[in-house]
């Protein structure tokens, strides 16, 4: 079974702070991605990876930036949380190659900006 | 750009009863996939169409997609409390090969 876990189930933070959720699967995908989830919005794509050190934006980059040192790992930083970020943060991967685009999913991050 | 439309938002029905939840999406695409989410949980996969014409079951729940309407269908048949959940459908933006566009999400209550 693939596995994606996240780093925190919940996060408190205080506006202004540097904000690090860290996403790790173990199935050796290439593929990684970060959303937001947000009521009556869906999740929206905020960044993906197709590779080592390399991103992409999404469709909603604008406060956050990614990290991506090791395969299996995939980082979404927010340089200075505001309270507009409190949301919950979903990772997902999948692999390279495959002919969809079936993705699978982290148990996701419950950030609060206060 | 691709959009991503699902209707109803919210759905409260009996046990027993049958429903559709529908899935419209604005450009090309022949891939569409559909999600369970329970509360504080993350999203499963339920259901991969790849082509026009596609049907996935699964117990309860049926899904179809029509790529020339670009409509897919979830249908829920003789409805329990165990499908109480949220359902999204994301649909595969060709020109992003990487890219899954979802829609907002339909709650689902099944009352007893």
């Known amino acids: 079974d693939v596995k994606v876990t996240q780093s925190s189930r919940y996060l408190v933070k205080r506006t202004g702070e540097k904000v690090f959720l860290e996403c790790v699967q173990d199935?050796?995908?290439?593929?990684m991605f970060w959303y937001r989830q947000d009521p009556g919005l869906g999740l929206r794509l905020i960044y993906f990876?197709?590779?080592?050190?390399?991103?992409e934006k999404g469709d909603i980059p604008e406060g956050y930036s990614v990290s991506r040192e090791k395969k299996e790992r995939f980082s979404l930083i927010l340089e200075s949380a505001s309270t507009n970020q409190t949301s919950m943060y979903l990772c997902?991967?999948?692999?390279?190659?495959?002919?969809?685009?079936?993705?699978?999913f982290g148990p996701g991050t419950r950030l609060t900006v206060l | 750009e691709l959009k991503v439309e699902q209707n109803p938002l919210f759905l409260s029905m009996q046990e027993g009863k049958n429903y559709t939840i529908y899935c419209n999406y604005s450009?090309?695409?022949?891939?569409l996939y559909w999600y369970r989410q329970d509360p504080g949980k993350s999203l499963e996969s339920l259901f991969v169409?790849?082509?026009?014409?596609a049907v996935k079951q699964e117990g309860r729940l049926m899904a179809s997609l029509d790529t020339k309407a670009r409509l897919s269908t979830l249908h829920i048949t003789a409805a329990v409390h165990d499908l109480s959940a949220t359902y999204f459908c994301?649909?595969?933006?060709?020109?992003?090969?990487?890219?899954?566009?979802f829609g907002a999400g339909t709650i689902l209550r099944v009352k007893s």
């Open positions: 450009t090309t695409s022949d891939r």
């Open positions: 990876s197709y590779d080592v050190k390399m991103k």
């Open positions: 199935m050796d995908h290439e593929n």
């Open positions: 169409l790849l082509s026009n014409g």
């Open positions: 997902a991967s999948r692999p390279e190659g495959a002919s969809y685009n079936e993705q699978f």
């Open positions: 994301a649909v595969d933006d060709m020109e992003y090969g990487n890219k899954l566009v």
